[in-house]
């Protein structure tokens, strides 16, 4: 674990939000912090972490890869996001209501399924707020 390795992982583990951060993002945080590692270093650290299983590269549609903490057990569902559109905040969405749907597939394509992704597009609260007080 380079020390480089420890403070993009530490950005991480610190977030309020689970974190879904991109590699500027993460470059931007660490130079609030002082760290003086380059925008390279750190997509290099990123695409390392991910290729270990520590972080999880997401793409939620908006021309950048993002990167959040991996489940503790690599066996279990990995959570789902909703997107709000207007915003770009990203929500975690912990229940998985596929499993069935998931099983199903499964024996009819005879296809051992690991996981599962799912997004989901649309407006948060504080945005239709916002659009009902606007109109």
């Known amino acids: 674990m380079t020390p480089q390795r420890k403070e993009i992982l530490q950005i991480f583990v610190d977030?309020?939000?689970?974190?879904?951060?991109?590699?500027?993002?993460?470059?931007?945080?660490?130079r609030q912090k002082d760290f003086?590692?380059?925008?390279?270093?750190?997509y290099r650290n990123l695409e390392l972490?991910?290729?270990?299983?520590?972080?999880?590269?997401?793409?939620?549609g908006d021309g950048r890869?993002?990167?959040?903490?991996?489940?503790?057990?690599?066996?279990?569902?990995?959570?789902?996001?909703?997107?709000?559109?207007?915003?770009?905040?990203?929500f975690e969405f912990e229940d998985d209501l596929l499993?069935?749907?998931e099983n199903l597939i499964s024996k009819?394509?005879?296809?051992?399924?690991?996981?599962?992704?799912?997004?989901?597009f649309g407006y948060c609260s504080d945005c239709r707020k916002r659009r009902h007080n606007e109109n």
């Open 15 to 30: 977030s309020e939000d689970g974190s879904h951060l991109s590699a500027e993002e993460v470059y931007e945080l660490l």
């Open 65 to 90: 890869t993002r990167y959040e903490l991996s489940a503790a057990n690599p066996q279990l569902h990995q959570h789902h996001h909703l997107i709000c559109l207007n915003c770009k905040k990203i």
């Open 108 to 120: 009819k394509s005879d296809f051992e399924i690991v996981n599962h992704e799912v997004k989901f």
């Open 49 to 60: 972490l991910n290729e270990l299983g520590i972080l999880n590269k997401v793409d939620f």
């Open 99 to 101: 499993d069935n749907l």
């Open 36 to 42: 003086d590692f380059g925008l390279a270093t750190v």
